[in-house]
């Protein structure tokens, strides 16, 4: 079955840069677009960003444009997420899924920015 393991996340400080990971298990992970969602409560998930199986297309939201990017190791079955210039607009709940799935998460990463 499908499985999104997290890691990463925690407690940063504005301007501070956290890396997100998630290992995925039971699918052919380099055949498969990934994504990352985020979401605060009381709020629907948001996109944040979506990177294709062999890398050829990234799509990043225009509210992290130029400090998240998104990355893959098909070899570690491992999408990333590395968030720069973190600021207190990005505290959230961060998921991973795989694209065109919407039963499948990683269970959560809660990322807090505070000074």
């Known amino acids: 079955q499908v499985q999104l393991v997290q890691s990463g996340g925690g407690e940063v400080q504005p301007g501070g840069s956290l890396r997100l990971s998630c290992k995925a298990s039971?699918?052919?992970?380099?055949?498969?677009?990934m994504k990352w969602y985020r979401q605060v409560p009381g709020k629907e998930r948001e996109f944040v960003a979506t990177i294709s199986a062999h890398e050829d297309f990234v799509r990043v939201a225009d509210s992290v444009k130029g400090r998240f990017s998104i990355s893959r190791d098909n070899l570690q079955s491992t999408v990333y997420l590395q968030m720069n210039s973190l600021n207190p607009e990005d505290p959230s709940t961060y998921s991973c899924g795989v694209w065109g799935d919407a039963e499948h998460w990683g269970q959560g990463t809660q990322v807090t920015v505070s000074s």
């Open positions: 039971g699918f052919t992970f380099s055949s498969k677009g």
